[in-house]
């Protein structure tokens, strides 16, 4: 399909995150993929736009003076703004473990929503929970409703400046408390996991240990094959039914088709039950596309309701859908169907606003962040359900300069933190550090996928999705699930066990 422009919005995993991609910037494009919001134009600002989280959490809300630049000693980088954190001491007594969430691309209770685990593991650990917001995400704000102004303001958003955020909060936290010998766990899922891992190798006086859930850290450069993201997320729906992985595959010719046709936009808009007449064929391709994308990464094996409240194991259920329909249907018109349970599951929605939606969680700085430190080229092969395409780094550049101004640095992130050699750099520079991944979650491609020292540990799960682990715990979690958490959790005790044992001697 045509792609009416080389630069798109990114999508948070996730890690709505979130989402975990650059832009692949032929004339078949695919919309960019980016970790755990997966933005694509309007398609997840509809899927938020009625789902933020309404329920009372159980945090106090505080907000910490943090300087704006760590690293330059001039008067403007001397400049205060109010950081965002939460914070629950029910269970903790001073000594007792900190447990801090490395903030993501997004709302920090969005976030906290969604981390039910360290709820879970608190009372076990006695352990203080605080989940720190991203600076330029939320009400974390440098320059308020500026701080998206220009280049000069978003010139402070970048992972260094976050994770010296966490390190100058987190000391100050503890000395606040008289407790500057507790021991602190980072957690983090998808780019949270990322920062989680990357505070660890940065500030290992700070924490002892991370726990990095679906964290890509190797999808930079071409460490990580550029089309492994999107064949998972075809592998995803191919082991699910082979018709199914068909159908799709087949649906966008079908979409490209209707749309020459003279009045086609009209009939995408009637197949696909818009609120309004659509006013181009991307508006369709994207809000399909950003289902099965986003479906595959939450292919939780319970009922969840992260980006969207949808049912256990729900790439089968799209399938089930598409298999169901009777021969000689069209192509589009089941993967519309399929793509109808993730935006509608609840069965609430009339209809669909494709276009002009609200981005709830003030998802789009990780546009910025795309544009500048965090180049993830990705495109689409012929094993791919989506139309095949490739990356070509001018033509992205050329967009970021035309947006933001600015020129990408698609080797920055290899450079600050390394990702060449993981397995001998983290080996011989740190330890500590849990990375967990599920085999369904596309974004496990671009992790640490085998253990790489006694304490730098993998844990992997053939079913799991987009940092499963890090979700409440219920009645219906399967075994490996279960599993899974428990071994975390050990690793951790170890982790708390010899720090206190060192304190001793």
Not at 248 to 253: A, E
């Amino acid at each position: 399909m045509a792609s009416s422009s080389s630069s798109y919005p990114f999508f948070l995993l996730f890690l709505l995150l979130s989402t975990i991609a650059t832009s692949a910037t032929t004339s078949e494009s695919p919309p960019t993929t980016f970790l755990r919001t997966a933005v694509h134009g309007s398609a997840l600002k509809q899927t938020l736009n009625t789902h933020k989280p309404k329920a009372k959490l159980p945090f106090k809300t505080q907000f910490f003076p943090q300087i704006l630049d760590h690293f330059t000693f001039t008067p403007k980088g001397s400049k205060i703004f109010y950081q965002r954190y939460l914070i629950n001491a029910q269970y903790w007594c001073r000594g007792a473990p900190i447990f801090v969430y490395t903030g993501n691309e997004g709302d920090i209770e969005w976030f906290a929503t969604n981390t039910g685990f360290l709820l879970d593991i608190a009372p076990t650990f006695r352990a203080m929970l605080v989940f720190i917001e991203h600076r330029f995400y939320g009400e974390s704000m440098p320059f308020g409703k500026e701080s998206y102004k220009s280049p000069e303001t978003l010139g402070y958003l970048n992972s260094q400046q976050a994770l010296a955020d966490f390190a100058v909060l987190i000391r100050s936290l503890k000395q606040n408390l008289s407790s500057e010998a507790s021991p602190v766990v980072v957690f983090g899922g998808s780019y949270g996991g990322m920062l989680a891992a990357w505070f660890r190798l940065k500030y290992p006086h700070v924490a002892i240990g991370a726990l990095a859930s679906s964290a890509p850290i190797l999808q930079f450069d071409d460490i990580t094959p550029w089309s492994s993201f999107y064949d998972a997320v075809s592998l995803d729906f191919k082991e699910a039914s082979l018709n199914c992985y068909k159908v799709i595959k087949g649906s966008w010719t079908e979409l490209e088709a209707m749309s020459a046709k003279k009045g086609g936009l009209v009939e995408i808009s009637k197949i696909f039950r818009t609120c309004k007449d659509i006013t181009s064929v991307y508006s369709a391709r994207d809000w399909l596309w950003s289902a099965f994308v986003y479906t595959a990464m939450v292919n939780y094996p319970t009922k969840a309701n992260f980006m969207m409240p949808l049912p256990a194991y729900p790439v089968e259920e799209m399938c089930k859908i598409i298999d169901r329909f009777p021969h000689g249907a069209t192509k589009l018109s089941r993967a519309f169907a399929a793509a109808s349970l993730y935006y509608n599951y609840s069965g609430t929605e009339k209809c669909f606003a494709l276009e002009n939606g609200k981005d709830v969680h003030g998802l789009h700085g990780w546009d910025w962040q795309a544009c500048t430190e965090m180049v993830m080229p990705m495109t689409c092969s012929n094993e791919s359900m989506f139309p095949p395409s490739s990356f070509k780094y001018q033509e992205f550049a050329d967009d970021c300069m035309k947006k933001y101004g600015v020129i990408p640095r698609p080797h920055w992130i290899t450079t600050e933190f390394g990702g060449s050699r993981i397995e001998q750099v983290l080996k011989r520079s740190t330890s500590n550090i849990i990375f967990s991944n599920g085999m369904q979650d596309p974004w496990s491609r671009g992790s640490v996928l085998k253990n790489i020292s006694s304490s730098i540990i993998a844990i992997v799960t053939k079913k799991g999705a987009h940092h499963a682990d890090f979700r409440f715990a219920t009645k219906e979690d399967p075994d490996w699930l279960i599993e899974q958490r428990r071994q975390e959790v050990e690793i951790i005790q170890k982790w708390i066990h010899d720090y206190n044992a060192d304190l001793k001697q």
